[in-house]
Every structure is written in structure tokens, then in C-alpha cells.
């Protein structure tokens, strides 16, 4: 899963094709200017008129966004739900880049219609802290991959204490203990890794039969390959960040 932006790479390695509608409160946030609009992030639904996201997704002050719902793979559309964004609340302690508090809301006024292929996602009630959980995302699958992957994938990824993910991570990013605190969750450190367009998608779990949100895609290593233990991704921990939520929607 990954970042529109060039310095920090998500995408997801060696992970599995979704089955279709088995995640239907995923979107594609695509991005366009005077043309086309292409795929650059993962986004969630949290009700009908709300998705959200990382805050890094939104790099750009000109073009346009649209969310894009109810699909499993992008080449066919026939259930999916395109709305343009009209407005983005970023979190107003995020920095910039890799930063913590990278999470962002947006909003549209025609309302998503509800049913088999567009759900939103519950809200989680605490942290996770151990176990392993599901990461979902369009983006690419090795890191010379051209374009986005055009069938959702899935990756079951370890949680990963901030200790072990501030060391491993180190080497890579000078100043990465500094971005990992307790409003980030880190997971994976093996070769199921996030690639770039997977940034601002779900880390989920299943609660009670009900898929839960409990991290946003945020920034990881530059290098995604199939063939090597890459370093864990670090996520926004969406539970830390409810207030924010909440209070904007």
C-alpha cells in the first residue's frame, strides 16, 4: 500500500486476492487533474456520506477526488458507487509526510446507498495490541509494479510491539521512533508488506462477526518485495483517534 508521495512506499506483497464483496466498506480514492482520475489510495466507509483515510492522501491542493465503492476489482463496475469528494478534514496535529496523526475524513454530499456490496465499517471500542489482523489494499504488489493492482488484496499481518518496530525500523528511517508512539500501531515484518496505493487503508479485524477498523495504512519502508522480510508497516491507531472522528462527521 503506498503513499502518493515518492519518499514513503505502502503497497501489499505477496498477500491473497479478496474474495468479491468480502470487504464492502472498502473504496478507491482516486485523484485526477484536468484528466483522468487514477487510483492513489485506500479509504473506508464509516457511514453514508464519510470515508476515512490517511491524512498523506491528500497532497494535493488542485484536481479532483472521488471515492469509489463497492467494487472487489476495478475493472468491473457494474455495483460500484462513484461520489467526488467535496471536502477533506485533515487532522489538524498532522504534519505532513510521515507524521504522526496521519488520518484524514472525506466527505461527499450524495449519500452511498447501502447493500450487499457497500457497508460501512464499525468503530473500534479499544487498541490492539497483539494477534494478527487483515490488511486490504489496491496497491502495488512488488515495488517496480506499474500500476495499481486491480484486484483487492489481503494479508494477515502480525501486530508488532513499538519497541521492536521503532529498532527495526531505525536503520531505514533515521528519526522513526519519533513517529511511532501510542496513537500508531505497528504490524507485519514478514512478506505479507503494504505497497504503494495501499496508504489510508484498513488494518480490520473481525469483532463479533463485524469487520472493525482498528488502523490507517500510514508509511513503511520504501522497499516491497515478495522475496524478502520486509520491516513492519506503521499504522494510524484509529481507536486513539475516535475524538477526532466523532467530532467531524
Not at 71 to 80: A, E, G, H, L, M
Not at 118 to 129: K, M, R
Not at 191 to 198: A, E, F, L, M, P
Request: charged share 15%; aromatic share 8%; net charge negative.
Amino acid at each position: 500500500m503506498s503513499s502518493p508521495l515518492s519518499f514513503i512506499s505502502e503497497r501489499i506483497a505477496n498477500g491473497q486476492d479478496a474474495a468479491f464483496h468480502e470487504f464492502p466498506f472498502a473504496c478507491s480514492l482516486k485523484w485526477g487533474f484536468l484528466g483522468d482520475l487514477s487510483h492513489i489510495c485506500g479509504s473506508s466507509i464509516i457511514n453514508s456520506n464519510w470515508v476515512v483515510t490517511a491524512a498523506n492522501c491528500k497532497p494535493y491542493s488542485l484536481g479532483t477526488y472521488h471515492v469509489v465503492c463497492g467494487i472487489t476489482d476495478r475493472t468491473i463496475i457494474r455495483n460500484q458507487q462513484e461520489r467526488k469528494v467535496d471536502r477533506f478534514i485533515v487532522h489538524h496535529n498532522y504534519a505532513g509526510g510521515m507524521s504522526l496523526n496521519d488520518i484524514a475524513l472525506a466527505n461527499f454530499d450524495e449519500s452511498l446507498t447501502f447493500n450487499e456490496y457497500v457497508q460501512p465499517i464499525a468503530l473500534p471500542d479499544g487498541s490492539l495490541t497483539e494477534g494478527t489482523a487483515t490488511v486490504i489494499g489496491w496497491g502495488l504488489r512488488y515495488t517496480l509494479q506499474i500500476d495499481s493492482t486491480n484486484h483487492l488484496q489481503r494479508g494477515e499481518v502480525p501486530i508488532v510491539n513499538n519497541d521492536e518496530c521503532c529498532n527495526l525500523l531505525t536503520s531505514l528511517v533515521p528519526d522513526a521512533c519519533s513517529k511511532i508512539d501510542a496513537t500508531t500501531i505497528c504490524a507485519g515484518g514478514g512478506q505479507v508488506h503494504t505497497c504503494s496505493g495501499d496508504s489510508g487503508g484498513p488494518l480490520v479485524k473481525k469483532v463479533n462477526d463485524q469487520w472493525t477498523i482498528y488502523g490507517i495504512v500510514s508509511w513503511g519502508s520504501l522497499v516491497c518485495d515478495v522475496n524478502i522480510i520486509n520491516p513492519p508497516t506503521v499504522y494510524t491507531d484509529v481507536y486513539a483517534h475516535l475524538d477526532f472522528i466523532n467530532q467531524n462527521i
